[in-house]
């Protein structure tokens, strides 16, 4: 068994109480290790509780359900991978807000597990739609959705004249992050992974926004 997480290491005395968020973040924790090191097939419900050193039920008054849960851990990643403007960011030309939003926040992420979220959801699409209606609606669509507000803000403001920001930004996503295909099959380490991201985030944006065009 994977080791517990050291939130549940309890000396002698009444055990701590954890609020929902504190519960939340540790059963996802311990989901993670599970998808890591066993795939998701390994990652039941019975499995995650006992990992994370609680019951199912109170798992299940967390998370009410395998795909609610799977949700979250998306969520997460997605939170990571990208970074929300602020008031002052808002403030600065289209590409420096672009190049913001894309950028991975705050600590450095491993590739281990969206690589094994990755392999999960592709063999699991078939027996469980539920799981990837979640991957695609917190991580490439959420991606999207952000991307499309931001351009919808510079069609506003009359910055670029785009007739569909949909598309556009579907688009400029697919131009930002590198064939899955490749990532899948090439081991390369997180430094060198991340260097690479940041030179092709930077080309993908002038390439965007030199096809794009200014509004006149």
Known sequence: MLPKCRN???????????DSSERE??????????????????ASMAAIAQEAG??????????????ALFASIIRRMHNMFTRPLTRSDLEKPLAQRLHLLLTP????????????ILRAVITEAERQPDLV???LREGPYALYAMIRAELDRSVARGEIRISDTEAAA????????ESVLEHLVISQPACQ???????????????????IGTAE
């Not at 973040?25 to 390994?42: K, V």
């Not at 705050?106 to 690589?115: C, R, T, V, W, Y």
């Not at 579907?170 to 992050?177: G, P, S």
């Not at 992974?193 to 096809?211: E, H, M, P, S, T």
């Open 25 to 42: 973040a540790i059963i996802i924790d311990a989901a993670e290790r599970l998808i890591l090191a066993q795939g998701l097939a390994g």
């Open 133 to 135: 209606h979640e991957f």
């Open 8 to 18: 549940f290491q309890r000396g002698p005395g009444r055990p701590r109480q954890f």
């Open 170 to 177: 579907r688009l400029l996503a697919d131009m930002a992050h």
């Open 105 to 116: 926040a705050g600590e450095k992420i491993s590739d281990a597990l969206p690589l094994a």
């Open 193 to 211: 992974r991340q260097d690479a991201y940041k030179r092709r985030l930077d080309l993908a944006i002038r390439v965007f926004l030199g096809g």
């Open 54 to 67: 609680m019951s199912k039920r109170t798992l299940y008054e967390v998370f009410e359900s395998r795909a």
